[in-house]
């Protein structure tokens, strides 16, 4: 029986008529990964590059979101072939490769993800989730259209070169991360810091001059309006361990303060 893929985020975004916004998933937990997926957000980023995620976690959490009417995207640890090759493999059909830098490594991720004769991707279909097992009719020909790439500027050397990293061919758009990027103009955890938003800024416009949608990541949600105003088409606003440690630090000053409030007596 022929199979049908879901659109890419790159449809999603050239469908939109508002911004994306959407969440972080760290957990490793496919259950959580869930819970997320049903709660009416645009889409969600499973992250392999700074949580405890395998290859098997990514398949089990792509598995959940399937059912739901959200838009996951996998950020890989590294802009790796092999690691590119597999998370395609097991059917993530968005990804996000952090710490580009230049046009040329934007090249070679393009490369990456696309089966010659564009690219260098390894075929395997017949073997993999990504075309259902070759259930998806013609998936090697029309590859292409199942699969979008994101790239991540947190460099200021990405900053200038974000025009160029943006016309690449292949390029669907480009992730600016202000912390990474605050790190690297030497004001380490100061994301907000204004040389480090001028900086966010001067890539947004880089970018959407090239024509390519440009998104961020803010979990305060001032910053973030700011930068949806300033043109962000897909933004990040929170993520799973974040909401839970904030949340279990609320109850514990709720209930369990050094007064003893709330406490059970037994």
């Not at 934007?106 to 260098?120: K, Q």
């Not at 758009?173 to 103009?185: E, I, M, T």
Request: charged residues 20%.
């Amino acid at each position: 029986m022929p199979l049908r893929l879901s659109p890419t985020f790159r449809d999603d975004l050239a469908a939109a008529d508002r911004p994306l916004c959407g969440m972080w998933v760290c957990s490793g937990s496919a259950l959580v990964t869930e819970i997320c997926a049903g709660s009416g957000l645009d889409w969600l980023l499973i992250d392999m590059e700074h949580s405890p995620h395998s290859l098997d976690s990514v398949l089990a959490q792509l598995q959940a979101v399937a059912a739901y009417p959200i838009t996951p995207v996998v950020r890989v640890p590294i802009g790796d072939v092999v690691t590119i090759k597999q998370v395609l493999d097991i059917g993530a059909q968005n990804l996000l490769v952090p710490m580009v830098s230049s046009a040329a490594e934007a090249r070679a991720l393009v490369e990456a993800v696309h089966y010659p004769p564009r690219g260098s991707r390894g075929v395997g279909s017949a073997l993999a989730r990504s075309a259902r097992w070759n259930r998806v009719d013609a998936y090697l020909q029309d590859a292409a259209d199942h699969v979008s790439l994101f790239v991540q500027i947190e460099t200021a050397a990405g900053v200038d070169a974000a025009a160029e990293i943006a016309a690449v061919d292949g390029i669907d758009g480009v992730f600016v991360g202000p912390s990474d990027l605050a790190a690297s103009l030497g004001l380490l955890g100061q994301q907000t810091h204004p040389d480090v938003t001028a900086a966010a800024l001067r890539a947004f416009e880089a970018v959407r001059a090239a024509g390519k949608p440009v998104g961020v990541n803010a979990f305060d949600p001032t910053v973030a309006q700011a930068y949806l105003d300033a043109g962000a088409a897909f933004a990040l606003v929170g993520a799973d361990v974040s909401l839970l440690a904030r949340g279990s630090e609320a109850l514990a000053a709720r209930w369990a303060d050094e007064r003893g409030a709330g406490r059970a007596s037994y």
